[in-house]
């Protein structure tokens, strides 16, 4: 098997990979149509920030509780029973659209739900993905393969929304996604992993979270990449919940202008991890970061001003590549430093930070947009992504001197390279 595909040599996660690719797609037609919903019912900018925020919020209180329980309890049934709820709240969400009583606060209401799940199944995901390849070395392939999946869902996702949205509306969109959870379902049902090694006695849940934060900010390496995954995580939310004005006004479009946009970023998100997944190790990825984040700040201030639809799809794609190289690369440098025992907490915590400072970025950036309108908003958020990554860039080296020996540690390597 070639390289960039070597933990699909393991069983469980080539069943998980097929589970979860087909229920991604539904999760596109979920959020492409919970957008244009939004939008149909009140052209507003400021609700597509604040239901956009209220599915990512939840993230940010909730995930570091669930990296808590992500290493004590049973990973893999804790992530049926999040599937199951999340089923049950998208075909909840096409009764009401079906019935035609759905209101913009019921669209809110459910996207909180949804946050709050998410805020427990991304870390417990994140973190079972060593249970099912067993392996440290094929830990960073898993991760490059993983967002190669979600962003080719992200990619085919949302055309295949836009078409379904246009020819059978919102509510279809949602009982597709509602049966879609059930495929990973079913492959978490099937998965088999060998049993973790009993803990020692649990200290209290609060002491626990307490020690997973000052784990992962009492180091230089894993504290400034989490700093920089805040900005990154701030800046670059904004492109999705202000993109049907653009696909409506900005390109005169329709609900497949918007399907077409959102692939554009899909399109590039899914070369970014394609190259993620062909790279032999972590090392070298510090560079990497620190160039993507740049090249994603830069993307997004030219798609934001541009008023022609053929290089706002190009910008997109650059866009994407950019952002997911950077976030990704982090990610999988946070596991490989990652102990073990505290593994789930350093997981959540990552996610608390690029997805759950993201609302905050969401509500901001809709209040300023009924301001000053939505292109010169998303021109700032460029602005200072680029800061953001600049000020990386520049620390480069000594982020380096402090990798650099945990690595060694880990048996990675002692290059000067990190």
């Not at 199944?121 to 991760?143: C, H, K, W, Y």
């Not at 952002?323 to 907490?345: C, F, M, P, Y």
Request: charged letters at 10%; glycine letters at 10%.
């Amino acid at each position: 098997m070639h390289s960039a595909l070597r933990a699909l040599r393991h069983r469980n996660f080539r069943i998980f990979y097929l589970g979860q690719g087909l229920s991604l797609l539904g999760t596109w037609l979920q959020t492409v149509a919970t957008s244009w919903l939004v939008y149909r019912l009140t052209g507003s900018a400021l609700m597509l920030g604040l239901v956009a925020g209220a599915q990512q919020l939840p993230i940010l209180f909730v995930s570091p509780l669930a990296g808590v329980w992500a290493d004590r309890l049973d990973r893999r049934r804790l992530l049926v029973v999040i599937q199951l709820l999340c089923a049950a709240q998208a075909i909840a969400l096409a009764a009401l659209t079906f019935a035609g009583v759905v209101t913009v606060w019921h669209v809110t209401a459910f996207a909180l739900l949804l946050g709050l799940l998410n805020a427990v199944e991304t870390p417990t995901r994140q973190a079972f993905l060593l249970d099912m390849v067993g392996s440290r070395e094929d830990l960073p392939n898993a991760i490059a393969l993983q967002s190669m999946l979600f962003n080719g869902a992200r990619f085919v996702g949302p055309s295949i929304a836009g078409v379904v949205l246009a020819a059978a509306g919102e509510a279809t969109c949602f009982l597709l996604n509602g049966i879609s959870y059930l495929a990973v379902v079913a492959a978490y049902w099937v998965i088999r992993v060998a049993p973790r090694a009993a803990a020692a006695a649990r200290a209290a849940w609060w002491r626990e979270l307490h020690a997973g934060f000052r784990y992962a900010f009492g180091s230089l390496a894993t504290r400034r990449l989490i700093f920089l995954l805040a900005a990154l995580s701030c800046f670059s939310a904004p492109w999705m919940s202000l993109m049907p004005i653009y696909a409506a006004e900005t390109f005169h479009g329709d609900s497949r202008t918007l399907g077409v946009m959102v692939s554009a970023v899909g399109l590039g998100a899914l070369a970014g991890t394609a190259f993620l997944a062909a790279r032999p190790s972590v090392r070298g990825l510090g560079r990497v970061i620190a160039t993507c984040a740049l090249l994603a700040g830069a993307a997004l201030a030219a798609y934001a001003l541009s008023r022609w639809l053929w290089f706002s799809l190009g910008a997109l794609a650059v866009f994407g590549f950019g952002l997911i190289a950077s976030v990704a690369s982090a990610n999988t440098v946070l596991q490989t430093l990652a102990d073990e025992d505290k593994r789930g907490r350093v997981i959540s915590i990552y996610v608390m930070t690029f997805l759950g400072i993201a609302p905050l970025g969401n509500f901001a950036a809709g209040v300023v947009a009924e301001r000053i309108g939505v292109h010169w908003t998303l021109a700032g958020c460029g602005a200072f992504l680029l800061a953001a990554a600049a000020w990386f860039a520049f620390s480069l080296a000594t982020w380096r001197d402090a990798v650099r020996p945990l690595y060694a540690r880990r048996g990675i390597g002692t290059g000067r390279e990190a």
